[in-house]
């Protein structure tokens, strides 16, 4: 599922993957800034619950992003493939700045709205400029290449991981979320041996990529992005290795990007935040 073609006179809009767990009380930072790249206090906000089975997902971001200065936040419960051609639901969607997908399964929003005028409409509307984000499994989904499920572990192994469409907002990237609380590197690591064309992007919990229309990635939240570049990938074995068995990769270069911290796609640049001021100052 590739990106759609951006419209004339238009850039594309932020993508957004939060790693799970963003923090929504205390000091949303992350949320915060999804709503200024929404259009802050002129933001209307598209919330898609599908992933989640929890009946208050939807309502619980409707206020959370209201609090946080958009015009309007919306919740489009959409439960079945026949929601996704709801005319008045479609509507509302187009008339959104944002977009968020909530946490869940990946594979129930893959399954639900796949293929439907939903996903093709959020593909066009990204395209036009309109950010586009989610978290944990509203994270896995953006991508053209979704990690569907797989196992944790630091070593890449083969048959680790399942792959299934993405909504396709950007084919640069391979996304897994709670990255580092739940051991995913070796996952990460074998999804990218098998074509070494995509970045890896590891999120930590309460940690977001701002993927700007500039091709340029900007870091925020409490933890950590592993961003793995396999751009001079030297050998994978994935070719000859049997289910189970480890995989040798070389020539991998990996970056740990923290808070304010950049990475360039065009020039495949890592820039590290700038140092914090000094106390005596």
Request: hydrophobic share 40%; with cysteine.
């Amino acid at each position: 599922m590739s990106p759609a073609r951006i419209e004339e006179h238009h850039s594309r809009g932020w993508i957004v993957p939060v790693g799970g767990a963003e923090e929504k009380e205390q000091d949303p930072v992350i949320l915060r800034r999804f709503v200024e790249v929404s259009g802050g206090a002129g933001a209307r906000i598209a919330v898609i619950p599908t992933a989640s089975r929890l009946p208050d997902t939807g309502a619980r971001y409707e206020k959370i992003f209201r609090q946080l200065g958009a015009h309007s936040a919306r919740a489009l419960p959409f439960e079945t493939r026949a929601d996704a051609e709801r005319e008045d639901w479609l509507g509302i969607l187009e008339q959104a700045t944002g977009v968020f997908f909530t946490g869940g399964n990946q594979l129930q929003l893959s399954t639900i709205l796949g293929g439907t005028p939903v996903a093709k409409s959020i593909r066009k509307l990204n395209a036009r400029g309109v950010t586009v984000g989610g978290t944990s499994a509203g994270a896995a989904i953006l991508s053209e290449h979704m990690i569907a499920f797989g196992q944790g572990g630091a070593t890449p192994k083969a048959g680790l991981a399942s792959l299934a469409p993405g909504f396709g907002l950007t084919n640069r990237v391979v996304i897994d979320q709670h990255f580092r609380q739940r051991d995913r590197l070796g996952r990460l690591l074998s999804v990218l041996a098998f074509n070494p064309f995509a970045v890896g992007i590891g999120l930590d919990e309460d940690t977001a990529a701002f993927l700007g229309p500039d091709d340029v990635m900007h870091v925020d939240g409490a933890g950590a992005i592993t961003l793995v570049d396999v751009a001079n990938l030297e050998h994978s074995s994935m070719a000859f290795a049997k289910p189970g068995q480890p995989i040798c990769l070389t020539g991998i270069k990996l970056h740990i990007l923290t808070k304010g911290a950049r990475y360039n796609f065009v020039t495949r640049e890592a820039v590290p935040p700038l140092p914090p001021p000094d106390d005596d100052d």
